[in-house]
Structures are given as structure tokens and as C-alpha cells.
């Protein structure tokens, strides 16, 4: 049988071996989270907000074609020159001939996770272009030849030290500097020279607007704005489920976007890019690259509504503690591991495996979309479709046996138990119980549950 | 026949795979949860937790002194803003040019109480780089032209303009260690000026 391999877990290994490093990435995103439940509590009308901008949402996939139509039409209409790509092959096509029209040899991108899934920056790169990520975590791991770990802090997973190092190496900051106010003052010396020079800006899109032709882009650096104002050329790359009918939809999900992200109230930049400034050229490239084969499956559709604040992240006990670059896809956590299986299901089978189902990543999330149900279905997909690595197939229909059957469930409940008192070292072997590295058993209780509601029952009832 | 071009097939695969048609909420928004007279004191919180600073000020002149007070005016400075003329600086048509700019002055149109976000469009601005490039920037707002959320924003303002945008505090960025720190690529500081 073809499977695939485990590499969440394998991943994962790694990055736990660093304990100190993994309980302040822990920390750090429940940091992140417990402002994201200020922010929320702040707004009595939070949830029917999300429920609002679900619907939207929803209405929007329902009509998707008709409005990317008219997003086409009015943005024609405001100057912006209309691209659209199949693929991730496409799409790089597009971006590179539009360079090579302008002759353009260095470009300034501000952070875009579609870039990132379809890998252009490497793309670029072999055709000899200079390509330099402006959003500071983006800079610091592209110095380091790294994806982002996270969408929204794509270098969360680095500390200050390694950031010093990596800044006194590459722009030439004091050696064992590591002071984050310092290193960012570098930071902006540096790419403001690269604003100034770059030939072409190259933003992601937060939002598009079939009413009015436009699109917005939320940044709290400005490097979107910069990189865009400056160069002669703007090209923006969007996803084709991100069009919203109407500007006044905005309010709905820029309410949503930072508190769900960062805690923020809102970002510091929202810009609305509708025309062209005078002398300069736009583009806009819509991306399919597996999004109408999401669109087509009624069980994973709802992924489409994703906004990308990154909440499910934050919140997910799983990534929290295995770190994004475990999951080794452009985008990481809950929402990555249903989208990735849509792009490539073997190479990525692992991915809805990589979570609790404790359903966390649901109740955060401002668009309402149903993740841990979602993961849970791709795992009865993958079993299916023969791509699960058999140890956990074995599990599952063990699994499956047992709770089928009441009697063999009660009675394995007893026999573990026994188990467990008699011989408590077993269960804790790795080699026996691969559930035991990293974790200690619990003692088993004395009494199942069952048979202690029946004494209470009996007791109280006589 | 021609081959059918890639916007044909995406749109030919969203018509086959898309759901049923599902309607949109019956409205869009929520009334303030800011009553009127609480809209400037919300405002100028939220400007400082933004990190940015809210001054009242009775007239442009007593906003001129402040920033007189507070930046050196002998640098390079540009203000949009009618009646308060302090510029010293011509943008030149090479855009790289406006890096040198220390302080920008331009008028908002709206503020929203709930974040301290404020609009600004092309009209504005004029070159859409300034409020970006600039060391410093100010924006002058009349108390009349606050409101309490983004929905009652969208209501005033025009999305039709070639550019616009909401700027809610001086730049800024975590991506060290979740420190934050103020002044990422653009304006390292932020003056709103409250007029009534
Ligand atoms: S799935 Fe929801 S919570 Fe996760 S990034 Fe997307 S919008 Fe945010």
C-alpha cells in the first residue's frame, strides 16, 4: 500500500527536543489568543458579527463566479490589467512576464501567504530577480532560508537571540545585540533602501470588492503601502475565494480580521487600492490553484471562507506545541492541514491527523467555519482513499471495534485498569505505547466510571 | 474552435461545483456600542493604545504650535491641510526624493471611535506615498466627523476614489519575540489633532 509518512510527527520531534524553546512558543501564542478573547469580549455583538461575516461569506462562494465577473469588469473599467491563473505554474508565468515587460530586476513583495503556496519567491530567484520580503518577519526567515511558521508571525517560532545573530551576520548589526527596538530600527534602514530601488511591489489581497473594482490590504508595518507607492509596477496576487460583494461587507470583517489576529482592534494600514496612480501600472492576478475543486466538495467548501487572522493557530494545542514548520506546508495549523490534503492528499495525509478535535480552532474562528469537523472528515477521506500510515488505520478500526461493541468496551476498560496497577511501567514504555513519549499515563482510577455511577445510584436510591 | 482560455475553465469549474445560491444576512452591522457623547474621549483612547497620540485643540493654530512644540519645522515639512501652512518641502516627481520628508500634515475625513482608525483618500494625500514615507505624520479631524464603528464608516465614506485608507496609529510590528515595537516602514509617530 502507498502511505505517507509521518513527518508532522517526525517534525514535531525536533522541535520539542529544544523544551525551553517550546514552552515559550506555547506560551506565547496563548499569549496572542488570550488577547484575541479581550478583544473579542469587548464587542457584546461578537458573535452574530462572525455569523454575519460567514454569511457573507457563504453567499459569496454561492455566487463566486458572477462576482469575480464583475470584480473583472470594474476593475478594468478603474485601469487594473486582469490576470488569471489555474495554477501555481500559472501564476509564477504571469508575475515573471510581467517583469520581464518592464524589465524589472528587483522587487520588494510585502507578505502574501498565495505567494508563498505557490512558491515564487524560489521561482524568481532561478530567473536571477531579487526578491526581498518586506514585512520584518518575513526578511528575518527569508535571511534564513526558512518558510514562515505561522500567516500572521511568520517568525514566531525565532527568538531574539537568533534574530541578533542572524542581523549582525547579514546587515551588520552589533554582535549579541538582541534588542528588539534596535534590531528593527536596523531592519528598517535596510529595506527602506530596497523600497526606494525596487522596480516592481508585489502585495498579497485581504479582501476584494466586486462592487467597486478594488481591493484591500491590511498591514500594521506600512510595507505594503511603501513597496506599492513606490514602484512603478504594483501587481496584487489574490486567491479567487477572497471577493466580497460589497464595500460595506468591509465593516463586517475588518472588525474581525485584527481582534481575531493580534488582539488589535484593527490594523494600523487598511488600504483600498481601486486605480492605478498616475504613471504607474496595476495588476491583479486571480488564483485558482485547487480552490474550485474545494468550491466542489460540499464537506471541505466552508475552508474557502477563511480570512487568514491565524486564530485557529494560536488557539490549537497541537500547533502550539509542534510548531508550524511540522506541518510542512505554506500554511500551518488547523485550517493548513484541510486545506493541504486538497492540493496534495498523499503528500500531506498527515496533516488532519495533527490535531485533538478538541474543537478550539472552531470556536475561534470569525468566519464560523467548522474546522475540527472538517479534519475529522479528511481522516475518514484519507482512511478511505488508502493514504492514512497503517499504524493509525490500525488504531482507528481498533478504535472502532471497540466502541461498537458496549460489552468489549467495558470489559477492556477493566482489563486496562488491572493492567495498568498491576504492571504501571508498561503503559509507560514508548515501545510499547508510542502515546508514552513525551507523556507520562495517568494512574488508572480505582473504579470505571460506570460502575461508580451505578453505587451512587444505588446509594441515593437505595 | 479556440481553446477555452484559463478564465473560461475556472469560471466553467466554479458554475459546476459551486453550492446553491445562499442569501446574505438580512443587514449588514451593528448600531455603536459608543454613545454620542463618549465618541471623543473613546477616540483618544484608542489613539493611544494604537500608540499614537490625541490632542483637543480649539484651532489650527493651536494645532501649529503643538507640532512647532513638538517637531523641528525647519526640516522637511508638508502640509495639506488648508490654513495650516507650515510646508517647506515641494514633492519632486521622482518619488524616492520624498524619503527625506520629516512631517506630514493632511485631513481626515472620518474617525471611527471604536479603533481610532481614520480615513483618508486620495483627495487627501495627493502622492499616494506621503503618509507611508514620512518620519512623522499628523492628521487633523473634526470632532463632527466621528462615529462609532466601521459599518457607520462605510456609510460616509467614498469608496470610488482611486485610493484611500484607514490609518489607525503609527506603524508598528511584533515580529521580534511578540516585543512591539514602534516605527516598522512607516510614520514612526502619529498626531491626531481633534478640531471641534
Ligand atoms: S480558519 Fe478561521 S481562525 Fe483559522 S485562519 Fe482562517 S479565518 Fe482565521
Not at chain 1, 466538495?297 to 466552508?302: G, T
Not at chain 2, 464603528?149 to 467614498?158: G, S, T
Amino acid at each position: 500500500m502507498n502511505t505517507a509518512s509521518p513527518k508532522h510527527a517526525k517534525n514535531a520531534e525536533a522541535f520539542l527536543r529544544d523544551e525551553e524553546n517550546t514552552d515559550w512558543h506555547n506560551e506565547t501564542l496563548w499569549f496572542v489568543r488570550s488577547k484575541r478573547d479581550r478583544a473579542a469580549q469587548s464587542l457584546p455583538e461578537w458573535e452574530e458579527l462572525r455569523e454575519q461575516a460567514s454569511q457573507i461569506k457563504a453567499h459569496a462562494l454561492s455566487k463566486l463566479d458572477d462576482y469575480l465577473i464583475q470584480l473583472e469588469e470594474n476593475a478594468r473599467k478603474n485601469g487594473i490589467i486582469v490576470h488569471w491563473a489555474a495554477n501555481a505554474d500559472e501564476h509564477n508565468q504571469i508575475v515573471l512576464d510581467i517583469m520581464r515587460k518592464h524589465k524589472a530586476t528587483k522587487i520588494v513583495k510585502s507578505k502574501s501567504m498565495l505567494t508563498e503556496e505557490c512558491h515564487l519567491n524560489p521561482f524568481l530567484i532561478k530567473q536571477g530577480i531579487e526578491v526581498i520580503d518586506t514585512d520584518l518577519g518575513e526578511r528575518i526567515i527569508q535571511l534564513r532560508n526558512e518558510p514562515p511558521s505561522h500567516i500572521v508571525m511568520p517568525a514566531i517560532h525565532l527568538k531574539k537571540k537568533h534574530i541578533g545573530d542572524l542581523f549582525h551576520l547579514h546587515l551588520g548589526t552589533d554582535a549579541g545585540a538582541d534588542d528588539p527596538q534596535y534590531l528593527t530600527e536596523a531592519a528598517r534602514i535596510h529595506l527602506r533602501q530596497k523600497f526606494l530601488l525596487a522596480d516592481l511591489a508585489i502585495t498579497g489581497v485581504n479582501f476584494a470588492i466586486a462592487e467597486t473594482g478594488g481591493f484591500v490590504v491590511c498591514t500594521n508595518e506600512g510595507n505594503a503601502d511603501l513597496g506599492a507607492h513606490l514602484a512603478k509596477v504594483h501587481i496584487a496576487c489574490m486567491g479567487i475565494e477572497k471577493v466580497i460583494p460589497k464595500a460595506e461587507h468591509l465593516g463586517v470583517f475588518l472588525r474581525l480580521l485584527a481582534r481575531s489576529a493580534t488582539g488589535q482592534a484593527v490594523t494600523t494600514y487598511s488600504s483600498h487600492f481601486r486605480k492605478p496612480a498616475p504613471g504607474q501600472e496595476m495588476h491583479l492576478v486571480l488564483v485558482d490553484n485547487g480552490r474550485t475543486r474545494q468550491l466542489a466538495s460540499p464537506d471541505f467548501r466552508n475552508s474557502l471562507k477563511c480570512i487568514r487572522c491565524g486564530a485557529c493557530m494560536n488557539t490549537c494545542p497541537v500547533y502550539r506545541r509542534s510548531g508550524g514548520h511540522s506541518y510542512h506546508t505554506a500554511v500551518a495549523g488547523p485550517i493548513g492541514s484541510i486545506l493541504a490534503p486538497n492540493i496534495d492528499m498523499k503528500e500531506y495525509a498527515d496533516l488532519p491527523f495533527a490535531s485533538t478535535l478538541c474543537g478550539s480552532c472552531t470556536n475561534v474562528c470569525p468566519v464560523k467555519i467548522d474546522i475540527h469537523q472538517q479534519l475529522y472528515k479528511w481522516r475518514q477521506v484519507l482512511g478511505e482513499a488508502g493514504v492514512v500510515e497503517p499504524a493509525k488505520k490500525v488504531g482507528m478500526s481498533g478504535m472502532d471495534v471497540l466502541f461498537s461493541r458496549p460489552w468489549l468496551y467495558r470489559f477492556a476498560g477493566r482489563a486496562g485498569r488491572w493492567l495498568m496497577q498491576t504492571f504501571p511501567t508498561l503503559a509507560n514504555k514508548a515501545s510499547l505505547n508510542p502515546w508514552a513519549i513525551h507523556r507520562d499515563m495517568p494512574k488508572p482510577p480505582e473504579q470505571s466510571f460506570r460502575d461508580w455511577y451505578a453505587q451512587q445510584n444505588k446509594k441515593t436510591n437505595g | 474552435m479556440a481553446e477555452p482560455t484559463t478564465r473560461d475553465t475556472i469560471l466553467a469549474a466554479i458554475r459546476q461545483g459551486k453550492p446553491d445560491l445562499l442569501p446574505l444576512p438580512a443587514t449588514i452591522g451593528f448600531p455603536p456600542n459608543i454613545s454620542a457623547e463618549n465618541l471623543v474621549e473613546s477616540f483618544m483612547t484608542m489613539v493611544k493604545t494604537n500608540g499614537g497620540q490625541a490632542i483637543r485643540v480649539a484651532s489650527l493654530a493651536e494645532a501649529r504650535a503643538f507640532l512647532a512644540e513638538d517637531y523641528d519645522l525647519t526640516l522637511p515639512v508638508l502640509s495639506h491641510v488648508e490654513g495650516l501652512d507650515i510646508s517647506n518641502f515641494t514633492p519632486a516627481e521622482e518619488l524616492r526624493l520624498l524619503d527625506t520628508l520629516h512631517l506630514f500634515v493632511l485631513e481626515g475625513k472620518v474617525g471611527v471611535a471604536e479603533n481610532a482608525a481614520v480615513w483618508v483618500d486620495e483627495a487627501a494625500i495627493g502622492i499616494r506615498a506621503l503618509p507611508f514615507i514620512t518620519l512623522n505624520l499628523s492628521i487633523v479631524l473634526s470632532e463632527k466627523n466621528l462615529v462609532g464603528n466601521m459599518h457607520e464608516a462605510y456609510r460616509l465614506i467614498d469608496t470610488s476614489t482611486g485610493f484611500g485608507t484607514f490609518i489607525a496609529g503609527p506603524s508598528k510590528t511584533a515580529d521580534i519575540e511578540q516585543s512591539l515595537v514602534i516605527g516598522a516602514h512607516g510614520s514612526k509617530t502619529l498626531t491626531v489633532f481633534l478640531l471641534p
